[in-house]
T-cell receptor
Framework: GEDVEQSLFLSVREGDSSVINCTYTDSSSTYLYWYKQEPGAGLQLLTYIFSNMDMKQDQRLTVLLNKKDKHLSLRIADTQTGDSAIYFCAERGTGGFKTIFGAGTRLFVKA | ETGVTQTPRHLVMGMTNKKSLKCEQHLGHNAMYWYKQSAKKPLELMFVYNFKEQTENNSVPSRFSPECPNSSHLFLHLHTLQPEDSALYLC??????????????FGEGSRLTVL
C-alpha cells in the first residue's frame, strides 16, 4: 500500500535553516502536502505542491519535489522558536479521499 | 478556530465502557474523516464519509463504529476498547468535490485513554 516516511526529530538553532525530508511510495500522487501541528492542536495545512511542479516558494518556506526519487522536502529559512512543532508530510492520489500521512517530524528550535 | 469542533477533548474509559466522540464542522464541507494519531506512527486514516455515505473503512476493528447523520456531524462510537486504542483521534473535513487541492481541515482532537 501507499507509504510516507519521514525522520522523527530535527533540532536547529534559531536563525538557521531547517530542512525536513520525506519519501513516499505512491507514484500516482497528485498533491503533496506539509501540515503543521502545534502542541494541543490539530493539523493545519502549511503548504502544498502539485505533482507537475518541482519547486514552490512561499515566504520563508521552500518545497522541493523530486518525483523520480519520490522525495519531498520542506525548507524553513531563518527558523524561529515559534516554528517548533510537528511537521507532517502527506500525499494524495487522483480521485478518492485518501490522504496518506507520515509519522511527523518534531522540530526543536534552540534559542 | 478551524471550523471543526471535537468533543470531548479528553476521555478516560474502561475496557467495558461505551462512549462516543463527536465532531461538527461549520465550513459547509461534504466530506468528513476520522484519523488516529499515535506517537511515532503515521497518522492512520480510519473512516471517510462523503455526502453522509461511507467511502473508506481502513480495516478498522468493529469496536469502533462511525456514524454520519448529515454532512456537518460525525460520530465515533466506542465499545469494549483495548489499552492500545489509547491515542489522539482527529476529525477532519474537506469540500469533497473535485477539483480541489484536497486540503483537510482538522479539529483539535479527542485524547482517549483506555484503562
Amino acid at each position: 500500500g501507499e507509504d510516507v516516511e519521514q525522520s522523527l526529530f530535527l533540532s536547529v538553532r534559531e536563525g538557521d535553516s531547517s530542512v525536513i525530508n520525506c519519501t513516499y511510495t505512491d507514484s500516482s500522487s497528485t498533491y503533496l502536502y506539509w501540515y503543521k501541528q502545534e502542541p494541543g492542536a490539530g493539523l493545519q495545512l502549511l503548504t502544498y505542491i502539485f505533482s507537475n511542479m518541482d519547486m514552490k516558494q512561499d515566504q520563508r518556506l521552500t518545497v522541493l519535489l523530486n518525483k523520480k526519487d519520490k522525495h519531498l522536502s520542506l525548507r524553513i529559512a531563518d527558523t524561529q522558536t515559534g516554528d517548533s512543532a510537528i511537521y507532517f508530510c502527506a500525499e494524495r492520489g487522483t480521485g478518492g479521499f485518501k490522504t496518506i500521512f507520515g509519522a511527523g517530524t518534531r522540530l526543536f528550535v534552540k534559542a | 478556530e478551524t471550523g471543526v469542533t471535537q468533543t470531548p477533548r479528553h476521555l478516560v474509559m474502561g475496557m467495558t465502557n461505551k462512549k462516543s466522540l463527536k465532531c461538527e464542522q461549520h465550513l459547509g464541507h461534504n466530506a468528513m474523516y476520522w484519523y488516529k494519531q499515535s506517537a511515532k506512527k503515521p497518522l492512520e486514516l480510519m473512516f471517510v464519509y462523503n455526502f453522509k455515505e461511507q467511502t473508506e473503512n481502513n480495516s478498522v476493528p468493529s469496536r469502533f463504529s462511525p456514524e454520519c447523520p448529515n454532512s456537518s456531524h460525525l460520530f465515533l462510537h466506542l465499545h469494549t476498547l483495548q489499552p492500545e486504542d489509547s491515542a489522539l483521534y482527529l476529525c477532519a473535513s474537506s469540500p469533497g468535490v473535485s477539483p480541489t487541492t484536497g486540503e483537510l481541515f482538522f479539529g483539535e482532537g479527542s485524547r482517549l485513554t483506555v484503562l
